[in-house]
């Protein structure tokens, strides 16, 4: 049986976390840490979980944690936001070189100065080419949903990539919502047990773990992540369609709202994405021709589905929630390149918005989408932003 | 898969094990360190005291000890040429020649 909770969307991913029972949990357990690890140390505490909980004194610390549980063949999972993911930085790119399936929940936050502790994807964004999956939730259900994706998707023989499932900081992590909690039984059974590839701890088989490879091989061997990522669309399209069947949902690559006819589109992710459903819906109502795409999945990124999504629009806004100073906001840069074989391009414009949690509103999304259909935005608009 | 495959040249990505795993224990035997070398200690045998300093002394233990307990020959495989047992050595009877006389 499901159940209806009013849970917060850090809650939620506890709750996952909960049903999935993972052998170990590294974390550190202050600040930044968020909802997510003070509800699964609930659980913990009344144990509901089997799981190693291991509280450390850094984030450099919980991913070298998770590195070593992993590698021993635990299935392990940690959480963390904003400025401890940027502490983690160095052990990210260890996590995905060992190609340990480790799963992490990133509860999107600003990076200082100033200090800062706000909804803002610069933290994820600043972490994009260290190799992880990434997949990114319009709230709380979907934050839950993607937990136990990402365990599957990480552990695929044919992936074997650490994934991180990003929610919003405080607009999802912190907001309650109204969340379908699936039955225990059927999400032990999605998940299943993991089947470690080359435990350490399997002492009759002893392996190495990262050795030095030097100018004859680290390339080759940091190459594998690529068909690795190719790899990882397929096998999220597969695990997907499991879920599917107990969720009754579907999980894409991105999620098309309303775009099959519209002329004005515009591209988000995480709860952003659900404010603008709210203006399309409005915006339909009065005829208006507008969509939203959702990406769901930014790594690895899908180039052709969005390129598929866009084809037919006449104008495309890109929301961003990161810069990238000197150079095209990180979503905008993407939709740029996903375009380039179009004959026909749409008009294509950026907008940064929300930067260290300032609120985004129905207006504003709505505002865009005044200026997108008569093409009077600039190449680049700061959306809320005093200048 | 034997780890060979780790020290030697020439594998492609497809070839060797995901992650750099190495799946062989004792398997830095592979390793000839001996590349490394610029310097080779020349032992003058005639000097030796077998006083076994060079031998314990050895970072890469690649002096070997024969059957009767005196001082054998030195590993060229593993031997970095660091020097150290030329200069431990009470009677300087191990001579560091550059390597570039051997390969000529």
Not at chain 1, 9 to 19: T, Y
Not at chain 1, 182 to 195: A, H, L, R, T
Not at chain 1, 320 to 340: H, M, Q, T, V, W
Not at chain 2, 16 to 41: C, N, V, Y
């Amino acid at each position: 049986m499901s159940n209806v909770k009013a849970l917060t969307g850090g809650e939620a991913v506890a709750e996952a976390m909960r049903q999935i029972n993972p052998d170990v949990v590294a974390a550190y357990p202050i600040t930044p840490q968020t909802i997510i690890m003070q509800k699964f140390a609930d659980f913990h505490a009344d144990g509901l979980v089997d799981s190693e909980l291991v509280r450390v004194e850094s984030e450099h610390s919980a991913m070298s944690c998770c590195v070593g549980a992993s590698a021993g063949g635990a299935r392990t999972i940690t959480a963390t936001a904003s400025a401890g993911l940027a502490l983690m930085w160095e052990i990210l790119g260890v996590a995905s070189g060992l190609r340990l399936p480790i799963v992490m929940a990133v509860a999107n936050r600003a990076l200082s100065a100033p200090i800062n502790i706000h909804c803002d994807h610069s933290d994820a964004m600043g972490a994009r080419d260290s190799g992880w999956i990434m997949l990114f939730s319009e709230g709380g259900q979907e934050a839950y949903e993607n937990m136990m994706l990402a365990v599957r998707l990480a552990e695929r023989k044919d992936v074997l990539l650490p994934v991180m499932v990003n929610l919003d900081g405080f607009i999802t992590s912190h907001g309650v919502e109204n969340i379908t909690v699936y039955d225990d039984d059927k999400i032990k059974g999605f998940v299943g047990e993991i089947s470690a590839n080359k435990p350490l701890l399997d002492i009759k088989n002893p392996v190495t773990y990262g050795p030095l490879q030097l100018q004859d091989y680290y390339f080759e061997t940091r190459s594998q992540q690529i068909p690795a990522m190719e790899n990882a669309k397929k096998a999220y399209l597969e695990i997907g369609k499991e879920l599917s069947s107990i969720t009754g949902k579907e999980y894409g690559f991105v999620e098309k709202y309303q775009t099959e006819d519209a002329k004005a589109i515009i591209v988000a992710m995480n709860s952003t994405a659900g404010t603008t459903k709210a203006v399309v819906d409005k915006l339909r109502e009065k005829g208006k021709k507008v969509g939203l795409l959702k990406i769901r999945m930014f790594r690895p990124f899908p180039y052709s589905e969005v390129m598929e999504a866009l084809q037919n629009t006449k104008a495309v806004a890109v929301l961003d929630r990161a810069l990238s100073f000197g150079a095209n906001a990180p979503l905008f840069g993407e939709i740029k390149n996903s375009l380039y074989e179009l004959k026909k391009r749409p008009a294509l414009f950026s907008c940064v918005y929300g930067l260290g949690g300032k609120n985004i509103y129905e207006s504003d999304v709505e505002e865009v989408f005044k200026k997108l259909s008569k093409k009077e935005l600039g190449l680049i608009n700061y959306i809320g932003l005093r200048e | 898969m034997s780890d060979e495959w780790f020290f030697k040249k020439g594998r492609s990505n497809k070839e060797i094990p995901i992650g750099g795993l190495i799946k062989e224990a004792g398997s830095s035997k592979h390793f000839k360190t001996g590349d490394w070398r610029s310097f080779r200690p020349i032992v003058n045998e005639e000097k030796c005291i077998n006083c076994m300093f060079c031998v314990v002394y050895c970072p890469e233990n690649c002096i070997k000890v024969k059957e009767d307990g005196k001082r054998g020959e030195i590993d060229l495989d593993y031997c970095k040429g660091c020097g150290i047992c030329a200069q431990v050595c009470p009677v300087k009877c191990i001579e560091m020649k550059e390597e570039a006389e051997f390969t000529k």
